[in-house]
């Protein structure tokens, strides 16, 4: 998908590496302000200063999309008005990137003009990868295109975040499912970079049980790309509410679903 010559894809890459280098550049200054959103969940400048960037590219690239940021949300409707929205998570982990963790990401989704994630760009800055999908181009690693074997549940780890502010039950009940079949948990501290390492295969799924759009849709892309499954964040026409986020390589689907699948309310299960 282009408008007026410019290709969304490459676009999305080139911006999530300049935002990218952005927030890092923060990260190594003195002093850096960080504001108490609630327990464990802090904003920085850093946050602050890579939305605006992205959304200024945007809105000069793409006149006519829409625009949903965590930090300054939207000013205009989203679904069903014909216009691409670009769905942006400046700095996904900021709890890692205060903590000085380098498990930290830009997240950049594009949902066409019908409600359909179509395009995802997760960026982990320092470890300099970019992992990228378009709907039917598959799924690239800085520009190497991946293939990715089947892998059982115990063939590897599973992503598990815990969202704050939200019922232990969820993730408790899932870990405690996961741990009776012989399965590992890993937890990355930025679900958007974890479901990039289900669509590049490094861990075999990912689950947690309340994300938002800028968390999830880059990659939701980037697995249903990497021929791996995916609950649809838009399975309830919304891409403000926060619902439960389950994703695997195609060799754990069903074993993935059996301890996640009764959460996933309103979710197809997986064929
Ligand atoms: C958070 C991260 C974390 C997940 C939380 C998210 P933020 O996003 O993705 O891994 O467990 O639910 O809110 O606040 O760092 O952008
Ligand atoms: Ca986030
Ligand atoms: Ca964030």
């Not at 039917?136 to 063939?155: E, L």
């Not at 697995?223 to 389950?246: A, C, H, N, Q, Y």
Request: with cysteine.
């Amino acid at each position: 998908m282009a408008t007026d010559g410019v290709d969304r894809r490459i676009f999305a890459e080139e911006l999530a590496v300049e935002a990218g280098e952005l927030a890092l550049s923060y990260r190594e200054k003195d002093g850096l302000e960080v504001r108490a959103k609630g327990v464990l969940d802090w904003v920085t400048e850093a946050d602050l200063a890579t939305e605006q960037l992205i959304r200024r590219r945007i809105s000069e690239a793409f006149p006519d999309d829409q625009f949903l940021g965590e930090e300054g949300g939207s000013d205009a409707p989203l679904v069903g008005t014909g216009h691409a929205t670009w769905v942006v998570d400046p700095i996904d982990g900021t709890t890692c990137f205060v903590s000085r963790l380098p498990s930290w990401c830009v997240s950049i989704a594009c949902v066409d003009g019908r409600g359909h994630p179509f395009l995802g760009v997760v960026r982990d800055p320092t470890g300099a990868e970019t992992f990228s999908a378009q709907r039917g181009d598959g799924v690239t690693v800085n520009g190497q295109r991946v293939s990715v074997p089947a892998k059982g549940i115990t063939d590897g780890l599973v992503g598990v975040g815990h969202p704050r502010n939200s019922p232990d039950q969820p993730t408790l009940s899932f870990l405690r499912g996961l741990f009776a079949v012989g399965g590992l948990f890993y937890n990355s501290g930025s679900a958007a970079l974890a479901l990039a390492y289900v669509a590049a295969g490094r861990l075999v799924g990912f689950y947690e049980s309340d994300l938002r759009a800028w968390d999830a849709l880059a990659g939701e892309v980037l697995i249903r790309e990497s021929g791996g499954w995916s609950t649809r964040f838009m399975r309830d026409g919304s891409l403000t509410t926060s619902k439960p986020v389950l994703a695997a390589n195609r060799g754990s689907t069903s074993a993935l679903w059996d301890l996640a699948g009764d959460t996933l309310d309103g979710c197809e299960p997986p064929v």
